[in-house]
């Protein structure tokens, strides 16, 4: 079985019903040999999945922190193909779900049209592909789900009630809820009214359990917003975090650990 749909699967059945806690990572940031270190504080810190970014040189749905990182990655030699390798060889140490997340062209052209089975043979349990739409997602969802995968596509304050109905239906396991409009940044004031009547909109219309991301920062608003979903996504606070920090894995670890911590209490 997928590990992803295990995750979700004892999640459903728990009686304490356990949030969801994912983190985003980009392979080769801070530095080239980092990753590993940080994939292991998180699965060590009580990640339920970890998203593993593609650096692009054009990436139109990210803020600075996620531009920054993806240069950054790019300078230090990363590319699809030896992000797949990585993971490859990072799962003969750890069975944590891993999703690859990125652009259209990364996984196309990068990896090639028969990526699914190359990310499958790799040990990637998903794919996020921010800019693949519903309309679009036609022409890779059939060879994805055949491959193994979960294809994880993202709803948005802009969606309709009858779209998030069609997204969740088209998503595999769950569906990445984008918390608001505009591009990926750790935000203070993340939780308003406009948010939380999305995020019940959600909670009416998904046929699938849902994740936030895009503003994520602290304990605090993770607690707050895990009150309105399955779960929350952490990527430019942490990638934030471990950029200035000499002891990368430590510094993880004590931040996703806060998190864990939060959303556990609520």
Known sequence: MNRIKKVIGFIAQDGKHKKILSAYVMPGFPTRDSTAEVLRSAEKAGVDFVEIGVPFSDPLADGPVIQKA????IENGMSPEKIVDFVRTFRKESELPLILMGY??????GIGRSFPEKLKSAGIDGVIIPDLSLEESDMVRKD???????????????????????ISE????????????????????????????FLKRVRKFSRKPFVVGFGIS??????????????????????QKISSSSQCGETAYEFLKS????????
């Not at 993806?70 to 990655?73: G, I, K």
């Not at 259209?104 to 052209?109: C, G, H």
């Not at 994805?144 to 069609?166: C, N």
């Not at 602290?218 to 990638?239: C, E, N, Q």
Request: with cysteine.
């Open 70 to 73: 993806s240069q950054a990655a």
């Open 104 to 109: 259209v062209n990364s996984f196309l052209n």
């Open 144 to 166: 994805i789900e055949d491959a193994g995968l979960s294809l994880v596509l993202l709803a948005a304050p802009t969606s309709t009630d009858e779209r998030i109905v069609k």
């Open 170 to 197: 088209a998503s595999t396991d769950f569906v990445y809820c984008v918390s608001v409009t505009g591009v990926t940044g750790a935000r203070k004031n993340l939780v308003s009214s406009d948010v939380t009547d």
């Open 218 to 239: 602290t304990p605090d608003t993770a607690r707050d917003i895990s009150k309105y979903s399955d779960g929350i996504v952490v990527g430019s606070a942490l990638l």
């Open 259 to 266: 998190l864990r911590t939060a959303i556990d209490e609520e």
